[in-house]
């Protein structure tokens, strides 16, 4: 008996030094955690951790708990380079970002840069929120994965479930922010004018988060009297347009992009009311199983980015559970490699990665606002009612002829 009692405390030591050498996954998220978009990037570092915890509670990896430290970029390009370059000193393998396409652009930049410089220490950028098309266009490499949509993923499908509805009309507004973002939902909305039978009567480009009073930028969009206001507007941008719509009681249905950022249908009161989004995940699309679990978790149902935001770290978990380091150096190539490889069942349906530009193929869901709906918004009675979920595939825009991605060797 002695012997055995022996054996087990050398085998229990012999696991301990090798988990003492073990070297942990480090995720860092550079988000902006501080300004005017704090509402956006908090939501996104919250979802993450979620997602983390759910890779730690089934036994972390690589014989450690997943690492996660939080960089505020505090909204601006020039912080999250340092921010990057801080995480790097760190030893940070992956980094996770979603609140601005100009943030995104910026760090897959800083990835793909330093990746050349240090082979065999490369780091993986997973842009959760970053939907500018050059991201996957004239930026596209091999170490950046998009978790989230694109301008003409989110219009086509609001153009094709509210022509269907009925809700569409015939002349469109667009209204948007002055940067690649804003830009690339104009021309979606251009681009999808024949398809959807409208008229664009005119559309206005705007400062990013610079603008207090959206009231006569309202007046505007009343004088050219649409029938639908497109925009791809987020953050304080959206809640200040929401509520100058709302003060002016402005009687136009709202085609948009973030219309669930909380805040906005308090906003917005009840001209919201029929307003649409075209969104990664809306819980009433779902069997509701994820949204009680995150709750369990949370406190809240997971609103805004954080569904979508969760469904990545599930992707990653299941690329992780593709690859072993036994206990040794961490190779992101080897795990971005894997991440190609991964089909993630979501509530919404199945979430996998394109090869030629690391866009995922994702569904796309179109809600609409309504009154006692099952899952109510921002204290309201009011909430989200599913109109239509479009399957990946057929939400996907094509590959962009810009996208040249190098590959690593296999």
Not at 99 to 111: F, K, N, P
Not at 192 to 207: M, Q, R, S, W
Not at 289 to 318: C, D, M, R, W
Request: glycine share 10%; net charge negative.
């Amino acid at each position: 008996m002695r012997s055995l009692v022996m054996s087990a405390v050398s085998t229990a030591a012999a696991l301990s030094a090798t988990a003492l050498h073990a070297e942990p996954l480090k995720i860092g998220i550079i988000e902006s955690l501080s300004g005017a978009q704090t509402s956006t990037g908090r939501l996104y570092a919250n979802a993450v951790k979620y997602g983390v915890d759910r890779i730690n509670e089934a036994g972390g990896f690589n014989g450690e708990p997943v690492v996660v430290t939080e960089y505020d970029n505090a909204g601006g390009s020039p912080e999250a380079a340092d921010k990057f370059r801080q995480a790097v000193a760190d030893g940070v393998d992956i980094i996770f970002q979603g609140a601005s396409s100009a943030i995104a652009g910026q760090l897959t930049e800083d990835v793909r840069k330093h990746n050349i410089r240090n082979p065999g220490k490369e780091v993986i950028f997973i842009n959760l929120g970053g939907e500018a098309m050059e991201l996957t266009g004239d930026k596209c490499q091999f170490y950046h994965f998009r978790y989230t949509t694109t301008a003409p993923m989110r219009v086509n499908a609001l153009v094709s479930a509210m022509k269907e509805s009925g809700d569409l009309g015939d002349k469109v507004y667009s209204i948007n922010q002055n940067y690649s973002w804003g830009q690339d939902m104009q021309a979606a909305v251009e681009a999808a004018a024949a398809e959807g039978g409208y008229t664009v009567v005119d559309e206005v480009l705007h400062d990013v988060n610079k603008i207090q009073d959206f009231a006569p930028f309202v007046a505007r969009i009343r004088s050219a009297a649409p029938d639908t206001v497109f925009t791809g507007n987020w953050s304080n941008d959206l809640l200040l347009l929401m509520k100058a719509a709302g003060d002016a009681g402005l009687d136009v249905t709202f085609a948009t992009a973030f219309l669930d950022q909380p805040g906005n249908i308090a906003n917005a009161g009840k001209t919201a009311l029929g307003h649409y989004i075209a969104n990664n995940y809306d819980n009433a699309a779902t069997d509701g199983k994820f949204a009680e679990s995150y709750k369990a978790a949370t406190g809240n149902y997971p609103i805004f980015v954080e569904g979508h935001t969760a469904f990545a770290l599930g992707a990653l978990q299941q690329a992780l559970n593709t690859v072993d380091f036994g206990g040794g150096d961490i190779d992101a190539t080897k795990i971005a490699l894997a991440l190609e490889n991964t089909t993630y069942e979501s509530p919404i349906g199945p979430i996998s990665v394109r090869k030629e530009d690391h866009q995922t193929i994702r569904p796309v869901v179109v809600s609409k606002v309504v009154e006692n709906p099952k899952y109510p918004a921002d204290g309201t009675n009011m909430g989200f009612e599913t109109v239509k979920v479009i399957a990946g595939e057929q939400a996907v825009n094509p590959v962009q002829d810009s996208c040249k991605m190098e590959r690593p060797a296999e």
